[in-house]
């Protein structure tokens, strides 16, 4: 069974970093392809960045990039989310997912894995 804990988040001053951690049970990250989402108060769930298991490409969405970046350690079945220059623009639930495909699609239904989710909030 897929499990997926995720770990890091929590208060921010804009400009500021995080990393967020999603590592993985039950699973050889090998095969799998992941992508980070988020969930804003009141607004849809939306993708912010995924990685195929393919050959490790990634994708972000428009508002992170340059600012995020996915990566991830086999070795520790982890991925990473590392997010620097925050804004509260960028304040949501974030959420990991996993899917045994070779190529990560920036469609949410693409995934039926999900982590448990983890507050981020920026704000002075």
């Known amino acids: 069974q897929v499990q997926l804990v995720q770990s890091g988040g929590g208060l921010v001053q804009p400009g500021g970093s995080l990393r967020l951690s999603c590592t993985g049970s039950?699973?050889?990250?090998?095969?799998?392809?992941f992508g980070w989402f988020r969930q804003a108060p009141g607004k849809e769930r939306e993708v912010v960045s995924i990685?195929?298991?393919?050959?490790?490409?990634?994708g972000y969405a428009d508002s992170v990039k340059g600012r995020f970046t996915i990566s991830r350690d086999k070795a520790k079945n982890t991925v990473y989310l590392q997010m620097n220059s925050l804004r509260p623009e960028d304040t949501a639930v974030y959420y990991c997912?996993?899917?045994?495909?070779?190529?990560?699609?920036?469609?949410?239904?693409?995934?039926?894995?999900w982590g448990q989710g983890t507050q981020v909030t920026v704000c002075s």
């Open positions: 990685m195929s298991s393919a050959d490790g490409s990634t």
């Open positions: 039950g699973f050889n990250l090998d095969y799998y392809s």
């Open positions: 997912a996993a899917e045994r495909r070779a190529r990560a699609t920036y469609c949410r239904g693409d995934f039926s894995s």
